[in-house]
């Protein structure tokens, strides 16, 4: 009753937090994915939950890292996390994230994996539209910048024009001033 209490209770947090249970019995190469897991991989459920299967539908683009790190976490480590794309046949291109744990024998070695699964695909989207939208800012920062350095640029030649013509209107005066008190000659 109480193992049944406990199960119900993980599987109402995995469905509030829409995530998918997954477990991979490393052994047998036996693999349990739960509805939820299809669910995210667009699989229907008569498609046989394998290891295989899931790299397969790792998006091209991520399944080196994905793959490299389930094997480090395999030999060396206890908990793991990977964040990918996966290929539905939809053509959708959603983002998971895939965490567990590894768990090990007495001798150390690895005999099982298991974690949850969950979809970031929004959160992906919003990061890439924040750095959509930061990159705009910068480039209009750059043109106003550039602007500013044209129209400063501009501000300076005519505050050097001017200050030619003044000295040459200066030197002009004083060459008029001196003309004028040669030639008039008091009375």
């Known amino acids: 009753r109480a193992l049944r209490e406990s199960e119900q209770r993980l599987r109402l947090?995995?469905?509030?937090?829409?995530?998918?249970?997954?477990?991979?019995?490393?052994?047998?190469?036996?693999?349990?994915?739960?509805?939820?897991?299809y669910e995210l991989l667009?699989?229907?459920?008569?498609?046989?939950?394998?290891?295989?299967?899931?790299?397969?539908?790792?998006?091209?683009?991520?399944?080196?890292?994905?793959?490299?790190?389930?094997?480090?976490?395999?030999?060396?480590?206890?908990?793991f996390h990977a964040e990918f794309r996966v290929r539905r046949l939809e053509g959708e291109t959603p983002w998971?994230?895939?965490?567990?744990?590894?768990?090990?024998?007495?001798?150390?070695?690895a005999i099982r994996m298991m974690g949850v699964m969950y979809d970031v695909t929004q959160r992906k989207q919003m990061e890439a539209?924040?750095?959509?939208?930061?990159?705009?800012?910068?480039?209009?920062?750059?043109?106003?910048?550039?602007?500013?350095k044209d129209t400063v640029d501009r501000l300076q030649d005519e505050v050097a024009r001017r200050?030619?013509?003044e000295s040459s209107l200066r030197k002009r005066s004083q060459m008029l001033e001196a003309?004028?008190?040669?030639?008039?000659?008091?009375l």
């Open 13 to 37: 947090a995995l469905e509030g937090g829409r995530m998918g249970r997954w477990e991979w019995d490393l052994r047998r190469d036996a693999t349990f994915w739960d509805e939820r897991v």
């Open 42 to 79: 667009g699989l229907d459920r008569c498609v046989p939950a394998a290891s295989g299967v899931f790299f397969d539908l790792v998006d091209d683009r991520d399944r080196g890292t994905v793959r490299q790190l389930v094997d480090q976490a395999l030999a060396e480590g206890e908990n």
């Open 96 to 109: 998971l994230i895939l965490r567990g744990k590894v768990i090990r024998d007495e001798d150390g070695g």
């Open 129 to 148: 539209d924040l750095r959509r939208l930061n990159d705009q800012l910068e480039a209009e920062v750059q043109a106003q910048t550039e602007e500013l």
């Open 163 to 165: 200050v030619q013509a």
């Open 179 to 186: 003309f004028f008190q040669h030639t008039i000659t008091p």
